[in-house]
């Protein structure tokens, strides 16, 4: 199990203090909900790249176990994505630029698929911010959409908005 977690502290300072980042502390188990005291223990680090324009740095991410039910999870920075070795910002970014008719860095056919992804899933980016109330309509100009949207995604925080949607 992936848990996201809001560090309050960018890529490079999360990187700088490494173990020694401020790992939350659960009351309950997030799997079976039994009370933590004595029953959630970490369960070592494993690290993991963290990929953006400029770098490529290896991150630790705490893991935790519950003795109880014996479920592992770890503990995700929100400047992720699971399974995904680019920054969320890194992503969103090169998918931004290739809207906009602006050539990107990166590998094409990842920037391919990620576009490929945003773009079948407009719609429903689109019923997020008209949960919220931001948005009513939607016109039949799907670059048009895409390119507000992914504005809006990078308006509301792109950390923010994975978390919620």
């Known amino acids: ?19 020694k980042n401020e ?26 790249y963290a990929v953006t324009e400029e770098f490529s740095i290896r991150i630790p991410i705490c893991r935790m176990k519950c003795l109880h039910c014996e479920a592992n999870f770890s503990i995700l920075p929100d400047f992720l994505i699971p399974y995904y070795q680019h920054t969320i910002h890194t992503i969103l970014g090169r998918v931004l630029q290739n809207l906009e008719g602006k050539k990107s860095n990166g590998s094409r056919q990842l920037l391919k698929f990620h576009l490929n992804r945003y773009l079948k899933n407009v719609n429903w980016v689109h019923s997020f911010f008209v949960s919220l109330g931001r948005v009513i309509g939607m016109s039949g100009d ?22 919620r949607s």
């Open 23 to 48: 790992f939350p502390l659960f009351e309950e188990c997030p799997n079976c909900k039994c009370p933590s005291p004595g029953n959630l223990h970490r369960n070592g680090y494993y690290w993991r």
């Open 142 to 163: 799907i670059k048009k959409e895409a390119i507000k949207y992914m504005k809006m995604i990078l308006d509301f925080g792109e950390s923010p908005f994975l978390r």
């Open 1 to 19: 199990m992936i848990i996201p977690h809001d560090f309050g502290i960018e890529l490079i300072e999360y990187e700088a203090k490494g173990k």
